[in-house]
T-cell receptor, first 111, second 114 residues
Framework: GENVEQHPSTLSVQEGDSAVIKCTYS??????FPWYKQELGKGPQLIID?????GEKKDQRIAVTLNKTAKHFSLHITETQPEDSAVYFC??????????FGRGTSLIVHP | SAVISQKPSRDICQRGTSLTIQCQVD?????MFWYRQQPGQSLTLIAT?????????ESGFVIDKFPISRPNLTFSTLTVSNMSPEDSSIYLC???????????FGPGTRLLVL
């Protein structure tokens, strides 16, 4: 991976609303796209990932979509809860499996 | 997933000194990595810790400043040498299997250099 752009840098929502974080990448060889959640004082935790042969993946309130043609992928969180508040990182990796990370999105869910 | 522990969890150090951070994994893993996360920033790969041989460093990181050891498949250390305030960061240990994609992170070591 070479470069990953992540937006927005900060996202503030009300409890129950949806949150969407978007990432774009430039390396056509990228084929693995994980998302990590980092709570204050902790290390990043993998929450969901998607591979290039899949367009969408869902796990309860979390979903990720991938558009390989446009080289962008997104994280969708529905029915947000205060415990969803954290910094979220997208990443992409190619054949070496070493990920390149985005700059992170600070999600704040207001009760 | 692997359970990763790091010691110390945090430290405050004086400039010019060195700190060694330990990473322990609860299972044998092929790949171990060290990352740096500066305040409010993303994760930057420092090096890949290779068992029984010298670590592979990324551009901008050198062995004299960040010596790494990996004596076996479950343990690695990262030393931050001759520290300056610019070294204040979170240092993260990460692991994965050889042909696996998923990478797991330890809780991090929060370092403040005065």
């Amino acid at each position: 991976g070479e470069n990953v752009e992540q937006h927005p840098s900060t996202l503030s929502v009300q409890e129950g609303d949806s949150a969407v974080i978007k990432c774009t990448y430039s390396d056509s060889a990228s084929n693995y796209f994980p998302w990590y959640k980092q709570e204050l004082g902790k290390g990043p935790q993998l929450i969901i990932d998607i591979r290039s042969n899949v367009g969408e993946k869902k796990d309860q309130r979390i979903a990720v979509t991938l558009n390989k043609t446009a080289k962008h992928f997104s994280l969708h969180i529905t029915e947000t809860q205060p415990e969803d508040s954290a910094v979220y990182f997208c990443a992409e990796a190619g054949g070496s499996y070493i990920p390149t990370f985005g700059r992170g999105t600070s999600l704040i869910v207001h009760p | 997933s692997a359970v990763i522990s790091q010691k110390p969890s945090r430290d405050i150090c004086q400039r010019g000194t060195s700190l060694t951070i330990q990473c322990q994994v609860d299972s044998q893993v092929t790949m171990m990595f060290w990352y740096r996360q500066q305040p409010g920033q993303s994760l930057t790969l420092i090096a890949t810790a290779n068992q029984g041989s010298e670590a592979t460093y990324e551009s901008g990181f050198v062995i004299d400043k960040f010596p790494i050891s990996r004596p076996n498949l479950t343990f690695s250390t990262l030393t931050v040498s001759n520290m300056s305030p610019e070294d204040s960061s979170i240092y993260l240990c990460s692991v994965r299997g050889l042909r696996e994609e998923t990478q797991y992170f330890g809780p991090g070591t929060r370092l403040l250099v005065l």
